[in-house]
């Protein structure tokens, strides 16, 4: 999220799409209740009618996978009706810089320029920038980058700003707005009906009602989840909202942002702690044995030629020397060698990829940690199968999970399975101490509140003890390469048990002289302006510098900027600045730069974030741009107000069209994989970067034979696979059944009845569910044609005492999304019959 939860309250108008907030995120009604009780209106656009819907002032259908189209057509009625914030998007975004003269798109074949077909990629040199002036970092003894000549700095060639060429008139046809005007202006009122299903009346009512948020005062809201991102082209839905919510002026206000509303607890921190294979922590790259074989290259290519990121090599090289603490030496790159490489096919090594090693009987051992794929992964029949070619797996979880279980489900045959399955019992929650993020990036320390049950353990200690006999083993036989084992830092001790608060002194970073974690002496950094890259500081993730940095109580969470509780709400703007702490630098609201004009007026007086009175900033969120530095003597002098507004980019501005996604230029309506129509925006059916989509084990169906289009989605009562929720009988009670939500037509077509047994089925499975009729699901008409669309919840499988049932996601796809690998559950094809 940009914002947060409370600033919900703050929006003139809230659009819900891709979520059902009230359902799965209920502490969010809290605050968009008070944003309604103050005059807002609130939209909400998916396939169904859901309780989020029930809600609002208006509802509005859509096909799932559709919402390229959906939001591509608002970007054109706002251009046509010339509904934009002028004064942002000409000043704080992209859309003045010209375009490479041979960038192109071609709807008829569906392909931005520099396609590949060998590749299968694309070459992103002609969307990028015609360059004006080149600018070379001033590294001499008074210049801004004088750092980098520093003593323990590792060497590396600066980069060169390349600053673009502009016509702020917006009229040169190579002009980023010229090229977004044409490209959007396909995507008319008709066209998105005709794609997404709903009626004209209704769609041009939600254009009307969000666009009305581009006059400067007023603010919007997007809140998005799982019906935006779990798509084969996710990361281009979410950009897509982006591009919206720049074009209205509506990123870095109070009431406005993109706010994705995050999932599992601590969905937010394993994101941060680089859960995903290609990050380091902090959204740092992961060396990449091609792009990166050694730390120069690593620091050449990552390392901006301008804004904030100019500072990645202080992060990474802080972050090395956490990672192998006094082994980490300049002479040796600070142990960079030692970090395993991504070879040059990652994809392998993502969640849909490893399931394919394990069919092919390359990956051998697996542990399913707090998690339960079996159920949860896309294609659950296929993994099912592919585990039975795991020598071991082991389950780090509170109980018999179907993946620790996996040789137990009805379809398969025990005496035949010859993997050897272990469980670690896991304390929960309530059973350990530690940090946790919410959506809004806040850090809160959690208490154990008793003792973990028998002979579970937290998580960080079975680590430790892993690891432990892991460097014995080391330290005994060698092994192929036992330096990055045996050098690797590893002393978060208290009185020698494994303890968080240590963990959160290396989080937080530290100056490396003045600090022993054994003797339980540190020297906390202040913040993360603080760190060096010359191995003088060591922090495991740059963006909590701040969090936990008071030195003289290091063992007490309640006494650092994460344990604070007080009210104070500057500005009346729900912004609580000394509630916990939010990263980065306990800023509230990303990019809030941005709620100002040029002056640095505030577009809106009562919704003050920062504001410059002529000859100082008024800060009631912290700061998200340069707005004051330390001069040579010492004095501290405020800058003024310019135009750079998003720090966080080379270029200070927000990007409209952009090099930074593998798979467009700018977002472009495909269909889902599996899909009931063909592609009418361009010619090509899928993205050209769908990734997986080859594999055998995918079984893609077709309409002929699957011709209603199927979703899934979680409800209230239970817990994604159920895992935890079908444990308490209570909610078994409450939603005792996994059941398909259907139409009264679609019902009346198959000759089903609300409440009968029906069997759903495609070419990769088959699952029975009850039948839920009702007319808060409607057939769309899509290009002329009618079509059904049916939504399961996903909560069961073959395990726990109380309540079992089939696995939904035996019908899901295993492709996914080339930036994030995110599998394509909410939009595939189906049929059903009674069973
Ligand atoms: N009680 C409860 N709370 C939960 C969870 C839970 O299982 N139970 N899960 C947690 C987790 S891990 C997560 S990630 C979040 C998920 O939070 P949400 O994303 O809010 O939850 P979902 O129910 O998966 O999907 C949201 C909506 O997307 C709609 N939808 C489906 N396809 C499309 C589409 O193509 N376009 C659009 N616009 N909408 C579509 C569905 O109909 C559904 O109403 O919730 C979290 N909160
Ligand atoms: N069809 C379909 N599939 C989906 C989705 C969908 O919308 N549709 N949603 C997807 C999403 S957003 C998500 S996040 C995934 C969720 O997928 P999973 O994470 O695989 O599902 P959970 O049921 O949340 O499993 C979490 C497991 O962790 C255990 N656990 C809880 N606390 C702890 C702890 O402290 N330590 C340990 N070691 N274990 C613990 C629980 O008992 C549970 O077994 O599912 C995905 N799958
Ligand atoms: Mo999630």
Redesign the pocket.
């Known amino acids: 999220m940009t914002g947060h939860y409370c600033d919900f309250k703050n929006a003139d108008v809230l659009l819900t799409?891709?979520?059902?907030?009230l359902?799965?995120?209920p502490v969010s009604s809290k605050w968009t209740q008070r944003a309604l009780d103050a005059g807002a209106t609130w939209i909400v656009?998916?396939?169904?009618f859901?309780r989020t819907a029930s809600m609002a002032d208006i509802y509005c259908p859509?096909r799932?996978?559709?919402?390229i189209a959906f939001y591509g057509g608002m970007l054109n009625y706002i251009i046509e009706n010339d509904l934009w914030q002028h004064e942002y998007v000409i000043n704080y975004t992209n859309a003045s810089y010209l375009i490479n003269p041979d960038y192109d798109f071609d709807p008829a074949t569906g392909l931005f320029s520099g396609w590949d077909e060998e590749t299968h990629s694309y070459d992103r040199t002609t969307w990028g920038y015609q360059t004006d002036t080149e600018t070379e970092w001033d590294t001499s003894e008074s210049g801004a980058y004088h750092w980098v000549e520093g003593e323990g700095v590792p060497e590396f060639t600066p980069p060169v700003l390349k600053t673009p060429k502009k016509d702020p008139t917006l009229q040169d046809p190579n002009c980023v707005w010229q090229l977004m005007k044409k490209h959007y202006s396909r995507y008319t009122i008709e066209t998105v009906c005709d794609i997404c299903g709903m009626d004209p009346e209704t769609l041009e009512l939600v254009y009307k009602t969000y666009a009305s948020t581009g006059a400067p005062e007023k603010s919007g809201t997007i809140l998005y989840?799982?019906?935006?991102t779990q798509?084969h082209y996710g990361s281009e839905n979410t950009r897509i909202m982006t591009l919206v919510q720049l074009i209205l002026g509506n990123v870095g206000v109070a009431g406005g942002g993109l706010n994705a509303?995050r999932?599992?607890p601590n969905?937010q921190g394993a994101t941060d702690m680089a859960m995903l294979v290609f990050d380091f922590p902090g959204y740092l790259k992961w060396p990449h044995a091609v792009d990166s074989p050694d730390l120069r290259t690593w620091l050449e290519g990552q390392t901006y030629s301008d804004g904030f990121y100019t500072n990645k090599p202080k992060f990474f090289i802080s972050g090395l020397k956490e990672w192998f603490g006094e082994h980490a030496t300049l002479e040796n790159d600070y142990g960079y060698d030692w970090l395993p490489k991504i070879p040059k096919n990652g994809a392998d090594f993502t969640t849909i990829g490893t399931f394919e090693l394990m069919d092919q009987g390359i990956m051998k051992g697996y542990f399913a940690w707090g998690q339960n794929p079996a159920a949860s992964d896309p294609n659950t029949k296929f993994i099912r199968n592919a585990m039975c070619n795991l020598d071991w797996l082991v389950a780090a979880d509170w109980t018999e999970t179907a993946t620790a279980s996996f040789w137990r489900a009805p379809d398969m045959d025990p005496a035949s399975i010859q993997t050897e399955c272990y469980i670690l019992p896991a304390a929960l929650i309530y059973e350990k101490s530690g940090t946790i993020l919410n959506s809004g990036r806040w850090l809160q320390w959690r208490y154990k509140a008793v003792d973990p049950v028998g002979g579970a353990k937290p998580d960080y200690e079975m680590c430790d003890l892993l690891w432990k006999k892991i460097v014995e083993l080391y330290k005994a036989e060698g092994g192929a390469c036992p330096e990055p084992i045996l050098n690797t830092k590893w002393d978060y001790y208290v009185d020698g048990v494994i303890d968080p608060r240590p963990v959160a002194w290396a989080l937080n970073g530290y100056y490396v002289d003045g600090t022993d974690f054994e003797s339980g002496k540190v020297d906390l950094l202040p913040a993360f302006a603080n760190l060096a890259a010359d191995g003088s500081t060591a922090n495991a993730m740059w963006i909590y510098g701040g969090f936990y940095n008071n030195s003289d109580a290091p063992l007490d969470p309640a006494q650092q900027p994460i344990g604070r509780r007080e009210h104070d709400d500057p500005g009346n703007l729900g912004l609580y600045p000394s509630w916990a702490f939010a990263w980065p630098a306990n800023r509230r609201i990303i990019y809030n730069r941005a709620s100002a004009d040029m002056n640095g007026k505030p577009w809106n007086p009562d919704r003050v974030l920062v504001e410059w009175t002529g000859t100082e900033w008024i800060t009631n969120d912290v700061p998200d741009f340069g707005f004051k530095k330390t001069n040579a003597d010492g004095t501290v002098e405020m800058i003024p107000p310019n135009n750079k507004a998003f720090m966080m980019k080379w270029e200070q501005n927000a990007n409209f069209l952009s090099t930074g996604m593998k798979d467009a230029a700018l977002p472009e309506h495909y269909e889902p994989l599996e899909s009931p129509t063909s592609n009418v925006l361009n010619g090509l059916q899928n993205s050209p970067m769908i990734k997986f989509a080859d594999n055998a084990s995918v079984q893609k169906g077709d309409y002929a034979e699957y011709p209603i289009v199927a979703?899934t989605?979680?409800?209230?009562e239970?817990?994604?696979t159920g895992a935890q929720t079908r444990m308490c009988p209570v909610l078994d009670e409450i939603a005792p059944k996994q059941f398909i939500e259907m139409s009264e037509e679609l019902a009346a077509e198959k000759g089903i009845a609300n409440n009968d047994d029906v069997r759903v089925f495609n070419n990769r499975g088959s699952v029975v569910l009850k039948a839920l009729v009702t007319k808060r699901i409607r057939p769309f008409t899509i290009n002329g044609e009618t079509v059904h669309q049916v939504?399961m919840i996903h909560?069961w499988d073959w395990t726990n005492m109380y309540s079992t049932g089939d696995v939904v996601n035996d019908l899901t796809p295993n492709v996914g999304d080339p930036n994030s690998f995110i599998p394509e559950y909410?939009?595939f094809l189906v049929d059903v019959e009674k069973a």
């Open positions: 799409c891709g979520s059902n907030n359902e799965n995120h656009v998916d396939p169904r859901t859509i799932s996978g559709t919402d989840a799982l019906g935006q798509h509303l999932g599992e969905v979703t989605y979680s409800i209230t239970h817990w994604q939504g909560h909410k939009a």
